[in-house]
């Protein structure tokens, strides 16, 4: 069965940095699918905050951008979001989300990626 796994998450003060890895398993690659990247806070929705299509396209939500990224590495066939200057409205349960069935050149920032992790914590505090 196909999953997404998430790494890199932890904890880390404000204004420190994390870089979080989504892998698709049993091996398969990432290369051909958009990404996107989602935090879920307690007692709140899950939200969209980056996102990275197959052809390189990127999107980032208005509260991470310029502090966060997302890339792709094909030799890896691995996502990466590096956040920086984290804050601790930054915490939250990070997920990674995955479309294979190409319908649009643009990702999307809304959750309605078929397939997903099971979410890496990132707790930012002092």
């Known amino acids: 069965q196909l999953q997404l796994v998430e790494s890199g998450g932890g904890l880390v003060q404000p204004g420190g940095s994390l870089r979080l890895s989504c892998i698709g398993t049993?091996?398969?690659?990432?290369?051909?699918?958009?990404i996107g990247w989602f935090r879920q806070a307690p007692g709140k929705e899950r939200e969209g905050i980056s996102c990275?299509?197959?052809?390189?396209?990127?999107d980032y939500a208005d509260s991470v951008r310029g502090r966060f990224q997302i890339s792709r590495d094909v030799t890896k066939r691995t996502v990466f979001l590096q956040m920086n200057s984290l804050k601790p409205d930054d915490t939250g349960v990070y997920y990674c989300?995955?479309?294979?069935?190409?319908?649009?050149?643009?990702?999307?920032?809304?959750?309605?990626?078929?397939?997903w992790g099971q979410g890496a914590q990132v707790t930012v505090s002092s």
């Open positions: 990275i299509s197959v052809t390189g396209n990127t």
């Open positions: 049993p091996n398969r690659t990432l290369n051909s699918a958009h």
């Open positions: 989300g995955a479309e294979w069935s190409i319908r649009s050149l643009a990702c999307t920032l809304q959750p309605r990626y078929p397939h």
